[in-house]
């Protein structure tokens, strides 16, 4: 094989893939394009095996999920991008191993914490849910 040749069938695959939007061996999906093996999402681009997900895309073992994006095998998160083995999270980046968090970026194995800070689990969510209401959030 020759680069011309390399350079041709590479444009016509990815041509291919673009065309296709798929969503093999899923299950009771809804306005999802490219997703494997998940169940009961809406919306989603690219996921697999994620189950009750909404609008998340590129990402791989989420269970009730919204909105987030290249994360793994995450639960319960909410405009998240890049986190992962986490649960519990809102507004959050680049996390890992982390539960109840919001707002907060590039955490590892951290739990109850706002902006990077630390809270007891009481503060914590006393914290969140007046920000909540401020922020007019899940109303």
Known sequence: MDAKTFEHRLKELQHSFAADVANTGSYQLANC????????????????KC???????LSSHLTHCVRCNMCHHTANAIDCTSCTSSAFLVF????????????????????FH???????R???????????KQLRLFQ
């Open 33 to 48: 394009e490219r997703c494997t093996s998940c169940v009961f999402c809406r919306g989603c681009k690219g996921c697999y």
């Open 51 to 57: 189950n009750h997900c909404i609008d998340c895309s």
């Open 92 to 111: 959050c980046n680049d996390m890992s191993e982390c539960n109840y968090c919001f707002g907060c970026v590039g955490l590892v194995r951290k739990d």
């Open 114 to 120: 706002i902006l990077n800070e630390p809270y007891s």
């Open 122 to 132: 009481k503060e914590y969510f006393e914290v969140i849910q007046s920000l909540k």
